[in-house]
């Protein structure tokens, strides 16, 4: 079935999502010039570091497709910035300590007033949940990446995966996550979303890691599913842009 035969495409949302994905964002082809950024009008900044496949301890690791073009999107949406990776690159920059995108991003943080940073992350199609977020700790507010925020986030995803945090013990404690430098480095707040592939690949590009290894190679995620993850995320841009702009 072609995309313009699938119901995939009567939604412009996801029209423009697959877009992105295939026209944008090249997993297999290196750049020097490896990753892009969109200027938005809030305080808010939209992370992709997985958009393209990304050297890790001197292996080659598949892209986590569809989160680049989901960031983008959403920036669209809500007037968030956007920093996503949109080449094969062999800086992995949430698990490397120093890397050009990490340097990118305290910039954008700095000129652009950003105070929160979401970093979007693909989870595979077999967890047992829909999303994951990491906030180093969900219990310690003194630790958690976003004290402030975290009812928020809580509230925006509250009908569609509870419970929310650091499920598979995943936390994104470890020093060089994204979150952390948001965190740390930055005085920002931040977490970090693993998403599962059944709510954000709108259609499995056919060179794709996940395509040429011949695991499901013709994927396609239900309609309802990409847009109920989109919206949950939409919701929390915008409540936490209200947050942040009436301090």
């Known amino acids: 079935m072609s995309f313009l035969h699938n119901p995939l495409s009567v939604h412009p949302i ?21 990753f892009g950024i969109v200027k938005g009008n809030i305080p808010i900044l939209l992370s992709a570091p997985h958009g ?11 892209e986590d497709e569809y989160t680049a073009a989901l960031a983008i999107k959403l920036g669209e ?19 490397l300590p120093h890397t ?17 940073l979401a970093d979007i992350h693909g989870a595979d199609i077999g967890r047992n ?29 509250r009908n569609f995966q509870s ?12 020093p060089e996550t994204v979150t952390s430098l948001a965190r740390h480095v930055c005085c920002i707040e931040a977490a970090q979303f693993e ?7 709108v259609e499995r590009k056919p060179n794709s890691t996940r395509a040429l290894h011949g695991d499901k190679p013709h994927f396609r995620a239900e309609v309802a599913d990409v847009l109920e993850l989109v919206q949950c995320m939409k919701e929390m841009v915008l409540k936490i842009k209200e947050e942040i702009l009436c301090l």
């Open 100 to 116: 050009r995108y990490k340097d990118a991003i305290r910039q954008v943080v700095h000129e652009q007033g950003i105070e929160f």
């Open 14 to 34: 996801l029209r423009d999502m697959r877009a992105i994905e295939f026209e944008r964002i090249r997993y297999d082809s290196a750049c020097d010039d490896y």
């Open 52 to 62: 393209a496949k990304h050297l890790r301890n001197g292996t080659w690791k598949g």
């Open 129 to 157: 949940y829909k999303v994951s977020v990491g906030i180093i700790d969900a219990k310690d507010m003194e630790r958690c990446s976003c004290p402030r925020c975290k009812p928020i986030i809580e509230e925006a995803f």
């Open 77 to 95: 949406l809500t007037g968030a910035s956007v920093i996503f990776v949109k080449n094969k690159t062999d800086e992995d920059s949430n698990w």
């Open 163 to 174: 419970p929310l945090f650091h499920l598979d013990a995943f936390t994104a404690e470890a």
């Open 195 to 201: 998403i599962n592939a059944r709510y954000r690949i």
